[in-house]
């Protein structure tokens, strides 16, 4: 894309974290080539599908739950187009019923634990999603009500933070760092899965992109995500009812190169009639999300050679 294509490279491919209750299985995976073939990172946060026995046995209807908490089967979708596309790649394991990576650290229902609040947290005021029930550690689902049997343990919740969410984002963090150094500008392309949307009087939108209202990528890469969509007669909404979590809050700095888009996908368009299989949009949707990565890159890496200084540092 640069002039650089004909560098020789190799794939990397690296572990982190640790899933607490799961001795040796890492939290998350990190690969790609070696340098970077295009300036976007692929991450997965709810895909994660190691369940700890000791979690499961906590729940009160894990089978049932664990599927609707997970984004199911997004990972197989970007290892796809990570494959077809050579982008970074960085997937949860840990699911998202342990803990959830698009959540701050802080965003915790602690009405769910034991011993309550802990004495350091001072004035209590759950945040939006804890209070939804969709903290750091998800409490209930619509239809479902609350998905554990019994409270957790203070010390479960600072394993996890330790183990799993702080080393996901740190490591997010650094692959970012890397793609901008090399680039000038790089594109956290954060991939979710939802429910079908219900609209009225019209078809819903198999896509929604979110962008923080503006705030966490380049106008021009949300104008060619929607023209993109537009061409493949792929009916898409923006920021409703989907605008970007914890994710881009933490990562997206657009004003220093960092872009980040969160895309989430309806789940009846690539998954069987139950959502719980691979169906027969699998193969379209790896195709079209394959398409939309390459444009995107196509974009970033123009954002980069017009970023302040990145000429001189990449001579």
Known sequence: MDGNESEASESHWRTGGQIPGSPGLHAFTVSGPLPSAIPVLIAVPHAGRAYPCSLLERMRNPGFAALRLEDRYVDRLAEQVA???????????????????NRAADDVDWDMFGCGAPADVGSYTPGKRARSGL????????????????????????????EIHEPYHVALSEELAKLRD???????FDLHSMPPLALRGGQAPQFVLGDRFGTSCHGSLIGSSFAYLAEMRRGAAHNRPYAGGYVLERHAAPGEGLHALQLEIDRS????????????????????????VRR??????????????????AE
């Open 83 to 101: 494959r077809a596309t050579g982008a970074t790649l960085l997937i949860a394991n840990a699911p998202r019923a342990m803990i959830d990576l």
């Open 135 to 162: 903290g750091l550690i998800p409490r209930r689902l619509p239809g479902i009500g609350e998905l554990w049997k019994r409270r957790h343990d203070e010390c479960d919740l600072a394993a996890r933070i330790a």
């Open 182 to 188: 090399r680039w000038g500008a790089a594109l956290l």
């Open 269 to 292: 368009s690539y998954l069987d009639s139950r959502l719980n299989e691979p169906g027969k949009g699998f193969a379209a949707m790896a195709h079209l999300l394959t398409g939309l």
């Open 296 to 313: 995107l890159a196509v974009e970033v890496a123009a954002l980069g050679r017009t970023a302040p200084g990145w000429a001189e540092a």
